[in-house]
């Protein structure tokens, strides 16, 4: 029955992240937003994200905006399933997919002949909700700060992005994903959770403590070990 115990969740950690909340504040091209969650499982975690990202990159003859929201979901494994504190290291996977809009706009200026006097117009084009999809694997932290407050980092290599919908270019910038040149890249984010339990876990013991004492007593009254009082080599 214990052992069934441990996989009832005992509560949900909501958190979010800090380097995309100072974005908002000091960047002016990259506003991105996420907020994630987990729920235990003995020693799995089910993870959830969301996130919101507006892109913006302006240049002397372009002006590229990439708008949209995106989720991932998947399961960590925690390598501190004895630690309890509730604190994760983990190695996971994770499915992303996000909808985005984009659009380009142009100056029609010749770049070579600039002096042809042909009037200058501004020319647009647009990727309007585009389906992304990606997967990536993951590693990181969650650590106990003091009360049920957490704080931690997770590393991500994304690989495999795919889009469909109404594209009439290539997709620049992705929501979740980032800058869509590779079929694989880099994320990392820092972030800040707070845990709400709603039943006492329950911890397995230390790795090293499972051993079987072959001097204990089982519930009979008889030995563990050989019968003669000797432990085994």
Same mark, same amino acid.
């Given at each position: 029955?214990?052992?069934k115990?441990?996989? @009832?969740?005992?509560?949900?950690?909501?958190?979010?992240?800090?380097?995309?909340?100072?974005?908002?504040?000091?960047?002016?091209? !990259?506003?991105?937003?996420?907020?994630?969650?987990?729920?235990?499982?003995?020693?799995?975690?089910?993870?959830a994200?969301?996130?919101?990202?507006?892109f913006?990159?302006?240049e002397?003859?372009?002006?590229?905006?990439s708008?949209?929201?995106?989720?991932?979901?998947?399961?960590?494994?925690?390598? !501190?399933?004895?630690?309890?504190?509730?604190s994760? !290291?983990?190695?996971?996977?994770r499915?992303?997919?996000?909808?985005t809009?984009?659009?380009?706009?142009?100056?029609? @200026?010749?770049?070579?002949?600039?002096?042809?006097?042909?009037?200058?117009?501004?020319?647009?084009?647009a990727?309007?909700?585009l389906?992304?999809?990606?997967?990536?694997?993951?590693?990181g932290?969650?650590?106990?700060?003091f009360?049920?407050?957490?704080?931690?980092f997770t590393?991500?290599?994304?690989?495999?992005?795919?889009?469909?919908?109404?594209?009439?270019?290539?997709?620049?910038? !992705?929501?979740?994903?980032?800058?869509?040149?590779?079929?694989?890249?880099w994320?990392?984010?820092?972030?800040?959770?707070?845990? @709400?339990?709603?039943?006492?876990? @329950?911890f397995?013991?230390?790795?090293?403590?499972?051993?079987?004492?072959?001097?204990?007593t089982?519930e009979?009254g008889n030995?563990?070990?050989?019968?003669?009082?000797?432990?085994?080599?």
């Amino acid at each position: 029955m214990a052992q069934k115990e441990r996989y @009832i969740p005992s509560g949900i950690r909501f958190g979010a992240d800090l380097p995309s909340l100072a974005n908002q504040a000091f960047s002016q091209n !990259l506003k991105p937003v996420e907020f994630t969650t987990d729920i235990d499982f003995g020693s799995f975690f089910l993870v959830a994200d969301y996130g919101n990202v507006v892109f913006t990159q302006n240049e002397a003859l372009h002006n590229y905006q990439s708008s949209g929201s995106y989720m991932r979901v998947g399961f960590d494994y925690n390598f !501190l399933d004895t630690d309890t504190s509730n604190s994760v !290291l983990f190695f996971g996977l994770r499915l992303g997919r996000g909808r985005t809009n984009e659009t380009l706009s142009f100056s029609s @200026i010749n770049n070579i002949e600039r002096n042809t006097g042909w009037p200058e117009t501004t020319l647009q084009t647009a990727n309007n909700g585009l389906r992304t999809s990606w997967f990536e694997f993951v590693t990181g932290t969650r650590i106990r700060i003091f009360d049920e407050f957490y704080m931690g980092f997770t590393i991500r290599y994304k690989i495999s992005p795919r889009y469909r919908g109404n594209e009439t270019l290539r997709p620049y910038y !992705l929501p979740g994903f980032g800058r869509n040149i590779d079929e694989s890249s880099w994320g990392f984010g820092y972030y800040i959770y707070y845990r @709400i339990p709603w039943k006492k876990k @329950i911890f397995p013991a230390p790795r090293e403590s499972r051993q079987v004492d072959p001097n204990a007593t089982n519930e009979n009254g008889n030995r563990n070990g050989n019968g003669m009082g000797q432990p085994f080599p």
